[in-house]
């Protein structure tokens, strides 16, 4: 069957993606909760599963939409942002991992901003993981 694109033509693709990203990210993967008797709430714990070993931790985050109506959680009520962050191929993210934007040099307001992977936003042909997210704000 014949293909537009070579293996050659999709690691270049892959190159390409990852100087594009200039956003910094951490993830983590959430195994209980911990009481902080600092906040008064309780804080996700777990494992950092991205970046690992030193590396920076590249990631893009992508305009999403804005759901009709909030969610509400006992007393608070709640916005829900839809978005896609974009990671280099071969991450190991997963649905349910939590992530902190650390940085955004195009638009540092977004540096903090917190979102929980919903699921993957699959293609062919895909030079970067591009995953749907979730950015729960008050």
Sequence with gaps: MFSPYDAADILEGQRDAI????????????????????TGSDEVTGPQVYPVDGQTGWCRAKAGTTMDGNAE????VFTIERQVLVFPIGTGLRPGD???LRTSVANPILAG???EITGAARGSYQTAERWNVKAVTS
Excluded: I, K, Q, W
């Design 19 to 38: 100087e594009s990203m200039r956003d910094t990210c951490d993830v983590l993967r959430p195994t209980g909760t911990t009481f902080n008797p600092e």
């Design 73 to 76: 959680a006992g007393s608070h």
């Design 98 to 100: 939590l992530v902190n």
């Design 113 to 115: 901003t917190r979102y």
